[in-house]
């Protein structure tokens, strides 16, 4: 299932504890394609926290607590980690990571708070949502066949990788407009993981991201820059990247497309995709402009002038996707709509 609609999800399973609606959510997927990240992002949105257990670095008894006397009998120290009202909040999200990952008696430890929301004499209070991820066997991690009843506890959900929902995210959180152009240039590379192979480095979501702090860190310095960007998404993505990146002196001038004069869009392809993330990028910081509408109409109008009208397609949903439904106030947007004609623009 793609990101987008995970995060629906786990949102709604989220809101819906105090209603008694709840189920313990089990997110499926390779590592690096964001299963703690949708996670964090539904917790922030709703300012609440996440309390992270990495059940593979755990032992039973740090799940359980310590037994202790009590006179003749014994009594259970509730560990600290787990969700509590006045040390946490009300509610909130308790994420089991790597659960895929923990030796069984950690697992067998995890079935009662799991389904009972309950360890002994321990409650997770009530508005707190129970969600775990982990790799899936063959991923070439650290994994255990996940037991039938501890399966059983979860609904379950496979996070697929989606080139749209990572690029409306890529904006959202400021990466860097080359990266974004690439992935829309090899889109195939956002994810390439082959576990039989072992990679070190392998482009991913995660790793992408680590790309775009390289750039930041060493973009200035080009006999550095391949290198650090090999060590992120691997030899041969690093490579494509570096040379694509190298190209980026002949775009248009994007100021000039700004200002409205009649700019034409390049021919080489990837330069068209560079173009049109620049862009993106640039009418997202023009939102607190006064000419913002002016600037977004100028765009527009560039849109129209590519031969090959899915390239002003995709421009053009990719900022609508970030900057909202203002960009149809636009009035050159109508004027758009009728030059892409027959190709339906949709979300």
Not at 39 to 60: C, F, G, N, T
Not at 261 to 274: R, T
Request: proline share 7%.
């Amino acid at each position: 299932m793609r990101p987008a609609q995970l995060s629906i999800i786990l949102e709604r399973e989220f809101l819906s504890t105090y209603e008694g609606y709840h189920t313990p959510v089990m997110l499926w997927g390779p590592p690096g394609v964001g299963k703690s990240q949708i996670v964090a992002q539904v917790a922030a949105k709703h300012h609440a926290p996440v309390i992270d257990i990495r059940l593979s670095q755990m032992e039973p008894s740090d799940l359980r607590g310590i037994p202790f006397r009590v006179d003749n009998h014994v009594e259970w120290a509730v560990p600290a980690l787990l969700p509590d009202v006045k040390r946490h909040a009300s509610r909130g999200i308790l994420f089991l990571d790597e659960i895929t990952s923990a030796v069984p008696s950690v697992s067998a430890a995890a079935y009662q708070l799991i389904l009972d929301r309950r360890l002994g004499e321990y409650e997770v209070p009530e508005g707190w949502a129970i969600i775990a991820a982990g790799n899936r066997q063959g991923d070439r991690g650290v994994t255990y066949t996940m037991p039938a009843p501890l399966a059983n506890r979860f609904s379950h959900f496979d996070v697929d990788v989606y080139l749209d929902d990572w690029v409306a995210w890529a904006y959202q959180h400021e990466i860097d407009d080359k990266i974004i152009a690439f992935l829309r240039f090899r889109p195939e590379l956002l994810f390439d993981f082959d576990p039989a192979h072992n990679p070190v480095a392998f482009p991913s979501p995660r790793s992408w991201e680590f790309a775009h702090r390289a750039l930041q860190k060493f973009g200035d310095h080009p006999d550095l820059l391949l290198g650090a960007l090999q060590a992120c998404v691997g030899p041969a993505a690093g490579i494509e990247l570096n040379a694509f990146i190298a190209n980026l002196d002949k775009l248009p001038d994007l100021e000039a497309i700004l200002r409205g004069e009649p700019v034409q869009p390049p021919q080489e392809i990837d330069l068209k995709y560079a173009v049109a993330a620049a862009l993106v990028g640039l009418a997202i910081r023009s939102q607190d402009k006064a000419n913002c509408q002016q600037i977004y109409g100028n765009i527009l109008k560039f849109a129209g002038r590519f031969k090959h009208r899915e390239m002003g397609v995709m421009l053009v949903s990719d900022m609508q996707r970030a900057i909202g439904s203002v960009l149809f106030e636009v009035p050159e947007f109508g004027e758009w709509a009728q030059i892409i004609g027959d190709i339906m623009l949709y979300e």
